[in-house]
């Protein structure tokens, strides 16, 4: 049986560090790190996660304003936002929740974020540090740099040796995870919806990280014995089981099977979910630090 990493524990610690930093930010300059989310819409998920970002700002004790507004805004009403967010001194971090209703340009929004408030770390100038192996002067991603945490738990900090497998190229997770994993020695593949014979490829790695958006995709016989598996698909799939009409989460991961072959695997819940929160609240703290204050 697998090791079962626990995000929640990993994810506890770093708000418990942020919240700590923020108190002695307060006393030495009067002022508390500034997070406002722009949510567009009202698909229920994307609400779910907008108000456990909110929520968790609050705990750390940050001045948190959440944005809720209309599927039918238009781009430059969007725009106008974003700029005044960009302006406000009280603002050091900005995330726009995705995705975006279809007739807006995300795009154009996420770059409209000024890069020093950019928490989600989707700016070019943010994307290109990281791509460039520069991990401290910008904002990374919150969920690969979460991800990275947990890998570096099992692994340590050096990945020289290791094959690697990220299956997703998206800019929010598959290609920044890629990129740390290679920033960490590891050898990388990225594999996508194009890539063929995913199982093989899977098989033949140390570490693999699966980001599809697909239930329990990721088989047993996916997996190399003794590898790590790290689930970062969040599905709402029916659960009959819990009763009529009754729903439940479960990750890319077939997370029982893989359990029995893979050294060490996250859950769904309480896996990389809480991380990408933690990191979200860890990126708006260096936000908000004053230039050269560690
Ligand atoms: N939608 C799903 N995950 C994320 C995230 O990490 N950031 C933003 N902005 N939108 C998301």
Known sequence: MALIIDGKTAGADIIANVTNAVL????????????????????????????????MAKKCGFHSVQH????????????????RLNSDPEIDGILVQLPLPKHLNGEKVIQAVLPEKDVDGLHVVNAGK???????????????????LLIQQIHGSDLSGLNAL?????????????????????????????????????????????????????RADWVKPGATVIDVGINRVAAPEKGEGKT??????????????????????????PMTIAMLMANTLNAARPKGCA
Do not use: W
């Not at 989310?37 to 229920?44: A, C, E, K, L, Y």
């Not at 990281?130 to 979460?146: E, I, N, R």
């Not at 990225?190 to 329990?216: E, T, W």
């Open 24 to 55: 002695k930010l307060e006393a030495s300059h009067q002022r508390k790190p500034g997070l406002a989310v722009v949510i567009v819409g009202d698909d229920p998920a994307s609400h779910a996660y907008v108000a456990a970002k909110s929520r």
């Open 68 to 83: 809720t507004l209309p599927a039918n805004i238009t781009q430059s009403e969007l725009l106008s936002l974003i700029a």
């Open 130 to 148: 990281v791509a460039t192996g520069d991990l401290t002067t910008g904002l990374v991603p919150c969920t690969p740099a979460g991800t990275m």
């Open 166 to 218: 990220v299956i997703g190229r998206s800019n929010l997770f598959g290609r920044p995870m890629a990129q740390l994993l290679l920033n960490a020695n590891a050898t990388v593949m990225i594999a996508h919806s194009k890539s063929r014979n995913l199982p093989s490829l899977a098989r033949q790695v140390d570490i693999l990280v699966a980001a599809v958006g697909r239930p329990q995709m990721v």
């Open 248 to 273: 439940k989460l479960v990750g890319d991961v077939d997370f029982e099977e893989v359990a029995a072959v893979a050294g060490a695997v996250t859950p769904v819940p309480g896996g990389v979910g």
